[in-house]
């Protein structure tokens, strides 16, 4: 029974060993992915592109209103 439960640890400590390892590859590999998309930049961009869609979407409606177009519903009359 020791036998078992000596070699039940053993795979665990294995295993966590090779967890060890992958998390120190998912750590350099994220640093690394950081350091070339430049988060901060990234996130401003995000948010610049967000205003300039909004900024579109209200002149689109503000031309369909300026038109009698109804979003969705054109009609050919």
Same mark, same amino acid.
Do not use: R, W, Y
């Given at each position: 029974m020791k036998i078992m439960s000596l070699?039940? $640890?053993t795979k665990v400590m294995g295993a966590n060993v090779k967890?060890?390892?992958?998390m120190t590859?998912?750590?350099?590999? /994220?640093?690394?992915?950081?350091?070339?998309?430049?988060?901060? $930049?990234?996130?401003?961009t995000m948010q610049d592109f967000g205003k300039a869609s909004a900024k579109m979407d209200m002149t689109?409606? /503000?031309m369909n209103?300026?038109?009698?177009?109804?979003?969705?519903c054109f009609s050919l009359l």
């Amino acid at each position: 029974m020791k036998i078992m439960s000596l070699n039940a $640890q053993t795979k665990v400590m294995g295993a966590n060993v090779k967890l060890a390892g992958a998390m120190t590859t998912a750590t350099q590999s /994220m640093t690394a992915m950081n350091k070339v998309m430049k988060p901060e $930049q990234l996130s401003k961009t995000m948010q610049d592109f967000g205003k300039a869609s909004a900024k579109m979407d209200m002149t689109e409606e /503000m031309m369909n209103d300026a038109l009698g177009i109804k979003k969705h519903c054109f009609s050919l009359l």
